[in-house]
């Protein structure tokens, strides 16, 4: 097979996809091979009609053990519609659909090629879709995938198997992870600017590898600083910059990696020439999960490092002899209750517990992560205000976003030509 499917990074891809509103050629060229699988897959459920086979002859979750025929797709979708859903922006609701149709072109959903047309035709159009993105502890989300779902087809699937490859998946955890990210290193950029102008950098220090980036930043520090040891946060910008990018990149590549796999149960392997399904977790993103968990953390700590360069700049002990002063008296203040409500973001959370009547054991999160880091940056967004009014506008944060250059996700691999929305207003 030819074409951008074998030669393009999946991130890269859906990236692209989204950013254009348009379908890739790489999942067009997977419908002859939906179409094959298909034809197995219901030959094998056909050849043993005394087999279950969950959600293509059985009900879903705890109803597993009843017949499918005992209820239609429609009344199963719309069991699945609950929550409190608000529409999503159009890039989101793009980068959700292009890492669907991602992993169906990888083949083992057992999708019929009819409704994988039909998703894939409808890729671009947007029309203020409503999801709940809270609506899910990361067992399959398939509660937020139902909403993208009734949002596409405007109706349950009819072909046997069809509603349960469209639901399940990773697919709606992976997407708002792209999409926190990206808003992420929208924002830091500036972050690194103004911390740099006011700490100190030092290539010698930094790692062989990392430090042609280091030294391009030394350039921007200022030279004005009078103290013998500024504060510890300030004091060498790459003891944090670093660790904050190689968080971000096992993110990329923890996302690389699930773009890269077919998401779904159940999920069809070959097996002597026959699809045989296997009942798996690979809606499950632990990895993912893990490198979002430290994200968020390396992100609340770049807050922290905004507050205290406010305070060491101005202090926290009122204003001197001059009545005009009194402007630099709340930024600190206001920084630093912006930094306290991001750390009440990373509170860990379990990943173990009872749900389904026990089968849904273990769940990894990655969506309630997502949707923390998202909220997180747009603290970093108020709090990067704060520092403006109280420091003015940051010098060279141009100059910093072409130096981070292509350790950052969008600046490689994102055409945009305008920033990632936020989630909410």
Known sequence: MSGSKVSMNPLKRVLTAAAGGRPDLGWEQSRSKIDAERHSVMSG???????PVYGFTTLLGPLDGRSASEIGPQEILDGHLVGSPHPVPAFW???IHAVKLEHLSLG???ISPETYETVLASFGDYRDQPMDLHASYGSGDVVPAAWWTAGVLGRAPEPAGDLIALMNGSFVSVGVSICALLRLEQVLPEAVAILVAEGRVHAALAPREDR???ASLEALQSTAHSSVQLPVSLRDVGSWLLPLIACVERAETAIV?????PSANPLFILEDGVRVPVSQSSFLSLDLRFAMDSVLSATAMTGGLLQRAV????GTDGVGPDVSEMRFVQPAKV???L???METLVTPFEFTGSMSGGVEDLWDGVLIRARQLEQMVTLIEKQLAVVRSAMGPAAGVGTVRGILGRRLIGASQLPLGSAVPPLAA
């Open 311 to 314: 305070e060491s700049v101005f």
């Open 45 to 51: 459920i056909e050849a043993q009609p005394g087999r």
């Open 93 to 95: 609701w793009h980068l």
């Open 339 to 341: 930094h306290l409500e």
């Open 108 to 110: 083992g959903s057992g």
């Open 335 to 337: 920084a630093h209750a």
């Open 212 to 214: 042609h980036l280091i």
């Open 257 to 261: 990696d699930r773009l890269s796999r």
